[in-house]
């Protein structure tokens, strides 16, 4: 994270500079190894060209057009920060209206950043602009070949702005919606051929009489021939499962089990391809019939969706599917199927395997932490006395009591509080804080009240980890950590 240095800064905006390229990237060395929240001040750079005014820099990251001067504070965000110069025309004044902007945008609708230029800017001015902005976009990460015409590709997860493996970056088609164009969203810029492009691809051969005017741009990809030659397997993985309960697990009949599922845009050796309209498909059986689900994806790199499943249910199958030209019944899997049945530990059903020992697991942890913010305030629920009981720890995650019920809740309880928020206890953990006894620690042994004093030990409880959190910088990696700090 940082801002590049300078090295996009070239072209026409360097002719007649006072600086060479060299004493540009030194002035701008300073400016790297940066975080987002960090403010520095612009190098005290002017540059010149015959017949044009140096006006400032423009951040790739700004989306306003602003423009600093040199000497300036600018404050990182997220990301990498291209400075471009802004130069204009001798006698111009200096207008924000004198400007007009580029938008760019990638495939999936991210913004990669911005560029200033002047409304009176010619054609080959405008190529500088495109051209500046893709270098200094790669500055940071080194030398790469920006030959739109080689069947060559970087992959996308190191380096994520205009290119995707298994597709060449071509250019950009307008997508702002003018006269012509489609607008962003609905602009699908992931084209089969090279001839599918050029007819789309943005023309800048002459500007508008008026001048430009402020542009939105997407990156226009073609199908690389590799992908052509190999096809299109895996287009996308699902990982990630987490599972849920809505209501309370008692037996095998009551209680549905929600699955979220997170769905990832793969860049593997055969390429990837975007989808048009992807979605995710959950495919169960109850009572001898077929029931379809569907989640409409967002179109990006990663997306999740979400299932809620009848617990009476089998049968369980995943599968990322393309709905363009097809519905959620005929459509082809675009992953390979992940498929979940509703086996009990004792009947060889797994996390991995078993939506039922999924949803069991998930549900705990969760249970268990807003059961925490319950109890620093007096108050309990049955959602946890009776929602996570007999059922739910020894049927449907196969693990013994250390103790009584009611005892080892607590345990489970002081655990997930002193773990990374949003964790999710796995069974190994779990079994080894229902194993727990404690020498040192007055944990309650019925569920906590304020008729049993239980919500005053619970909550000194919760203070004696908060200062152990505290002193070791955050929350504990392991239960055992967890243990040895309630010991303490």
């Known amino acids: 994270m940082g801002a590049t240095s300078g090295a996009g800064i070239t072209g026409s905006a360097l002719e007649g500079k006072t600086f060479d390229e060299a004493g540009l990237r030194q002035a701008f060395s300073p400016l790297t190894g940066l975080k987002a929240g960090d403010t520095v001040t612009l190098p005290a ?22 423009i600093y001067q040199p000497e300036s504070s600018f404050t990182m965000p997220e990301g990498n920060v291209a400075f471009g110069a802004v130069m204009l025309k001798e006698g111009g004044a200096a ?32 190529q500088d602009v495109l051209d500046t902005f893709l270098k200094t976009k790669y500055s940071s990460y080194g030398a790469i070949d920006l030959d739109s015409r080689a069947d060559t590709w970087v992959d996308n997860e190191a380096h994520p702005l205009t290119y995707k493996k298994g597709y060449n970056f071509k250019g950009w088609v307008q997508v702002d919606g003018g006269e012509g164009t489609e607008s962003l969203a609905d602009a699908f810029t992931a ?80 390429g990837v391809k975007r989808l048009k309209n992807p979605a ?21 790199d990663i997306a999740q969706a979400e299932f809620v499943i009848p617990k009476a249910a089998s049968n369980v199958v995943f599968a990322a599917v393309e ?22 530990p004792s009947a060889g059903g797994t996390v991995e395997n078993s939506y039922v020992v999924l949803g069991a697991l998930g549900s705990v942890s969760k249970r268990a932490a807003e059961q925490n913010e319950r109890i620093k305030t007096d108050k309990t629920s049955t959602e946890w006395t009776v929602g996570i009981a007999n059922y739910v720890i020894n049927t449907e995650l196969g693990l013994p009591w250390g103790s009584t019920a009611a005892a080892d809740r607590n345990k489970i309880l002081l655990a997930v509080y002193g773990m990374k928020e949003g ?14 006894h404690f020498v040192n620690a007055d944990v309650p042994t019925a569920n906590p009240t ?9 909550q000194a409880l919760y203070l004696k980890l908060d200062q152990a959190m505290a002193a070791n910088g955050g929350p504990f990696d392991s239960v055992a950590a967890v243990k040895s700090a309630l010991e303490t």
């Open 95 to 126: 207008d924000p209206s004198e400007f007009a902007s580029l938008s760019f945008y990638d495939w999936d609708e991210t913004l990669l950043g911005t560029a200033v230029f002047a409304k009176e800017a010619s054609p080959s001015e405008v």
């Open 191 to 270: 084209y089969e051929t090279a001839a599918d492009f050029a007819a789309d691809r943005w023309d800048y051969s002459a500007a508008p009489a008026k001048g430009w005017g402020n542009i939105v741009l997407k990156a226009g990809y073609v199908e690389s021939e590799l992908l052509a030659e190999t096809g299109t397997a895996a287009y996308y993985t699902i990982t990630n499962y987490e599972g849920n309960v809505y209501g309370n697990s008692l037996n095998a009949n009551t209680g549905n089990i929600s699955v979220t599922l997170t769905v990832k845009r793969e860049n593997n050796e055969f």
């Open 45 to 66: 750079i002017q540059l010149y060209r015959s017949g044009y005014v140096f006006k400032g820099w423009h951040p790739s990251s700004d989306t306003e057009g602003n």
């Open 423 to 436: 964790t999710v206890l796995s069974q190994l953990q779990l079994r080894e804080v229902l194993d727990w």
């Open 280 to 300: 995710l498909r959950g495919i169960y059986t109850i009572q001898g019939a077929q029931v379809y689900m569907q989640s409409n994806l967002k179109n990006t």
């Open 450 to 458: 304020a008729a049993n004093g239980g919500f005053v030990k619970m």
């Open 323 to 344: 709905l363009d030209g097809s519905d959620i019944f005929t459509a082809g899997d675009a992953t390979n199927p992940k498929p979940f049945n509703d086996n009990v």
